[in-house]
């Protein structure tokens, strides 16, 4: 009972608690819709390369806005943003629907939406990023709050694609889209009963756009902890996070398998993310977080390898429970160290060049990922990915070892 109350400590706080299920509920239907996605733009043009190259289109805001977003978090009300944003994924989710069920779903559809929900999706993550610390009253419990937001994100990646790879089958994309919609709204209501008081640094207030953003970025720059975790981010994030747009076209070609094998295939990588978001969860220290953080990038990457040796579905479930685990480990490792030397009042704009680093590394390695994989083929793809990861593995290790701060945990 006490590892338990350790383990979800920061539920005891009011604020937390109202997010915590809507948060789960959302990040499930956007799974469903993420992977039924997916599946609709490979069914559209059978091409990994065309895959890659939406993909990108629909990321590209995120390098245009999610600088900027971190300055207005920093400068404006976080509960009036969070249910803005809110309101603004609801609406996307209710048009996907729409136009797939009234038969009106195009590739330019789909772009247009992706482009919509990127610009919202930019504003989302620094704003998410940098509430947490607002919504646990003792700050000892913000790593706390950030590897249960981790928890978050695997449960539903562990139920979102399995649920999908069934509907997918029965009912179609169109229903999919639908309940990610029914899924967004009882985050609205939730969001909106939350209580807590967002204070603003008179001078962050009265500096323009443009000052406080160039303040965030040398903030970053010159702080050699800040910056090589913002690197380990980029590098990590600009290969591993291509295997949700990678697996349709594995599951096709390699496993010779329909959607409801993808649903499992992508579940099990869920169930690993899911065991180590608790694991990090369980933890009420920082110390040894560098060495989960290094090992779990070396996990991650071994994965990878495997993956381009492997053809049974089997194997390749047991093989993506290693990757999910892998992959939780070190980016929420990362994370949390990363928040815990962060100022305050620079915490919007810090998390900010983060998402770039996390979300915009993804937009253009989806589009390199569905180049090489044309070329090279799919298995080959995840070979190469893997070496590339395992060796930055070994590199970060080596940093990480020797670098203030982190040294000390």
């Not at 990023?129 to 990646?157: E, G, H, P, W």
């Not at 980029?234 to 496993?255: G, K, N, W």
Request: proline share 2%.
């Amino acid at each position: 009972m006490n590892s338990l109350k350790t383990t979800f400590r920061s539920l005891k706080y009011r604020n937390f608690r109202l997010f915590f299920p809507g948060l789960i509920t959302s990040q499930v239907g956007i799974w469903i819709q993420n992977v039924a996605l997916s599946w609709v733009v490979y069914d559209m043009t059978h091409s990994p390369f065309m895959m890659g190259s939406i993909m990108f289109l629909n990321t590209i805001p995120l390098f245009l806005i999610t600088p900027f977003a971190g300055v207005i978090v920093d400068k404006f009300n976080r509960h009036k943003l969070l249910m803005i944003i809110q309101i603004c994924f609801a609406l996307q989710a209710f048009l996907m629907a729409a136009f797939t069920l009234g038969g009106f779903l195009k590739i330019w559809n789909i772009i247009i939406l992706g482009i919509f929900l990127n610009i919202v999706a930019a504003i989302d993550a620094p704003l998410r990023q940098s509430t947490y610390v607002l919504l646990v009253d003792d700050k000892k419990d913000l790593s706390n709050a950030i590897s249960l937001n981790s928890t978050c994100f695997n449960m539903a990646r562990l139920l979102g694609p399995a649920i999908a790879g069934v509907l997918l089958s029965a009912v179609g994309a169109g229903w999919c889209f639908a309940i990610n919609f029914l899924c967004i709204l009882p985050c609205v209501f939730l969001v909106g009963m939350m209580k807590f008081e967002d204070k603003k640094s008179d001078r962050v207030k009265n500096e323009t756009i443009f000052e406080s953003l160039k303040e965030g970025i040398e903030y970053s720059v010159h702080s050699d902890v800040i910056l090589v975790l913002l690197l380990f981010s980029a590098v990590f994030s600009f290969i591993a996070l291509t295997y949700p747009m990678l697996m349709p076209v594995y599951t096709r070609e390699i496993l010779h398998a329909d959607a409801r094998v993808l649903g499992y295939v992508m579940s099990s990588a869920g169930i690993g993310a899911l065991s180590a978001s608790i694991f990090l969860a369980s933890r009420t220290t920082l110390k040894g977080m560098k060495y989960i953080l290094s090992f779990g990038a070396i996990i991650l990457s071994s994965g990878f390898i495997e993956l381009g040796f492997n053809n049974h579905i089997i194997m390749a479930c047991i093989i993506m429970f290693f990757v999910g685990f892998g992959m939780t480990s070190a980016f929420t490792s990362d994370s949390t160290l990363l928040q815990s030397v962060i100022d305050d009042d620079k915490r919007g704009r810090v998390m900010s060049i983060y998402t770039v680093c996390f979300m915009g590394a993804t937009s253009i390695s989806n589009f390199v990922a569905g180049s090489v994989a044309q070329m090279v083929g799919i298995a080959n793809t995840f070979i190469i990915f893997g070496a590339i990861l395992f060796t930055a593995s070994l590199i970060f290790l080596v940093k990480f070892y020797y670098l203030k701060f982190i040294t000390k945990i």
